[in-house]
């Protein structure tokens, strides 16, 4: 988060500044009050430095913040700087953006402002008893000066405050925008699976299906282009990908020709030397940021279009398939859909889906498939029956 980006939000800029200190009404003689104590307070500031930071780490929280050795130091060389500023008599539009930094950096590092406003307390106190000190013999003195170190300091806490709760609310902000994209992207995950359930469900063609799947997936995952295969063996049983439904990616002429002849059978990939061919060999899900310098790629064919990420995921035909059963049976109930489970072969299966929630099933564990006559034969013996 930029400074001149929270002036700009908080509206703080020289004018409006002006106008902050007239509120506090920070006269010139005030101002030439503190300037006559700020030499004469350098003597002091190692001394209210360690005793400021050791009245803070009596508790606990503050303790843990400031265990590291190195944030220590960093943090001490920045109140001198901070302290040497204080009584400078230089109020100008640049100690307010000094503050709103500060205001910021308190944010980031997690100190809320009980924290903040409380150590200022003790390290106002601190500086006015050295003050008290300085100016023992001129006592007098003592009471506007300590009335305008005051003024100043309500500057900067006002400051550093407003910095603050603009940094707690962007933060807010952006972490509600976060839930609210997951969210979105889990809506239209789920959007997507019940759409491509649907399309088997209704009975429509696998093609279509699976040409649902892919578009869904491109769009989840911002894609350009994309496509399904089927992995084969070949004769030396070495694995290959056999496309079933790939988008219109815009190839050159000569590319669009061969799609287009490969189409009804499909187009087949054998190359094992670049990404896709790491999915093959592997089984394993390949993501690459980088194609371009990926040690895995091996280029793209002649008139592709050029590749600024690559995602393969492979899905597998065996026990993990349990999860997506599992989603596609609680995602039917959802949109009040009833699952149908194919293919049945053992108890085991069986009891398995029912425990899961799936609606029906079919399979040779419950019978042996009928032709017409005897399924005319089980209607009417239903019909009888009730």
């Known amino acids: ?117 409380g150590a200022y307390g003790v390290y106002l ?17 003592i009471e506007p000066t300590l009335t305008a170190l005051y003024k100043v300091a309500l500057l900067d806490i006002t400051l550093a405050f407003d910095a603050y709760m603009y940094a707690s609310h962007q933060t807010l902000e952006q972490s509600r925008q976060q839930i609210s994209d997951k969210y979105d992207f889990q809506i239209r995950t ?46 030396q049983l070495r694995p290959y990908l056999k496309v079933r439904v790939l988008t219109n990616i815009s190839w050159d002429h000569q590319t669009r020709e061969l799609y287009e002849e ?23 899900a390949v993501i690459s940021n980088n194609p371009q310098d990926d040690s895995r790629a091996g280029g793209t064919p002649h008139g592709h279009p050029k590749l600024s990420s690559f995602l393969g995921l492979p899905i597998l035909d065996d026990e993990k398939n349990l999860a997506i059963v599992k989603t596609i049976i609680s995602t039917a109930k959802i949109f009040g859909l009833k699952t149908l489970a194919e293919g049945i072969e053992t108890q085991e299966i069986a009891m398995l889906l029912a425990e899961l929630g799936c609606d029906w099933g079919q399979g040779y564990y419950f019978d042996k498939p009928l032709s017409v006559d005897q399924f005319e034969k089980l209607l009417l013996s239903y019909k009888r029956e009730y």
């Open 1 to 117: 988060m930029r400074v001149e980006e929270v002036l700009k939000r908080l509206n703080i800029n020289p004018v409006s500044f002006d106008e902050r200190k007239a509120l506090i009404n920070l006269s010139t003689t005030e101002i030439q009050l503190l300037e006559a104590i700020h030499k004469p307070l350098y003597a002091y500031e190692n001394e209210l430095i360690h005793a400021f930071y050791q009245h803070l780490l009596k508790f606990d929280h503050a303790s843990k913040m400031l265990h590291d050795v190195n944030l220590m130091g960093k943090l001490q060389e920045t109140q001198k700087l901070y302290f040497r500023k204080l009584t400078a008599g230089d109020y100008g539009f640049d100690y307010a953006q000094d503050r709103i930094r500060v205001g910021i950096a308190h944010q980031r590092v997690g100190l809320t402002p009980q924290w903040y406003i």
């Open 125 to 141: 106190d601190l500086v006015c008893k050295f003050v008290s000190v300085i100016l023992n013999s001129d006592k007098e003195r």
């Open 190 to 235: 789920i959007n997507a699976i019940a759409k491509i359930q649907r399309a088997f469900i209704l009975n429509e063609s696998y093609g279509s299906a699976l040409s649902l799947l892919l578009n869904e997936l491109i769009a989840l995952t911002d894609s350009q282009f994309g496509l399904i295969g089927e992995v084969r063996e070949d004769s």
């Open 262 to 284: 490969s189409k009804a059978d499909g187009l087949e990939f054998h190359n094992h030397h670049n990404l896709l061919g790491e999915v093959l060999t592997t089984g394993q």
